[in-house]
């Protein structure tokens, strides 16, 4: 969000839960805005969320190992870009580099003026 300097206010980022059982609404807006105070943090219940899931390509596995902070959840790890008219327009890796993810929404940011 820094990078994008006044461009950020234009941009919404949204944290969505892969474990609605432990991750209360609260607890999800809690952890969006430990990286920032403008980040969403988005719960509900399996059958709210699976839909979402799905159209995402996101996968979620409960594994019965235990962990001090509880149950162990594998699952998909991406940002997805999607545009003012919420389609759907790129997908990247955990670890893309923050400086291609900049440069990409300010790409779409100019295409929507």
Request: aromatic residues 10%; negative net charge; without cysteine.
């Amino acid at each position: 969000m820094d990078a994008l300097d006044n461009d950020a206010e234009k941009v919404q980022v949204l944290f969505i839960t892969v474990n609605p059982e432990k991750d209360t609404p609260e607890i999800t807006q809690q952890y969006a805005q430990r990286f920032d105070t403008s980040f969403i943090g988005l719960s509900g219940n399996i059958t709210e969320l699976e839909p979402i899931w799905r159209n995402f390509g996101i996968t979620r596995e409960v594994t019965q190992q235990e962990s001090a902070l509880g149950t162990i959840i594998n699952h998909t790890v991406r940002l997805y870009l999607v545009d003012l008219d919420n389609n759907l327009r790129l997908s990247y890796a955990y670890g893309t580099n923050y400086q291609d993810i900049v440069y990409d929404i300010e790409i779409l940011l100019d295409q929507a003026q």
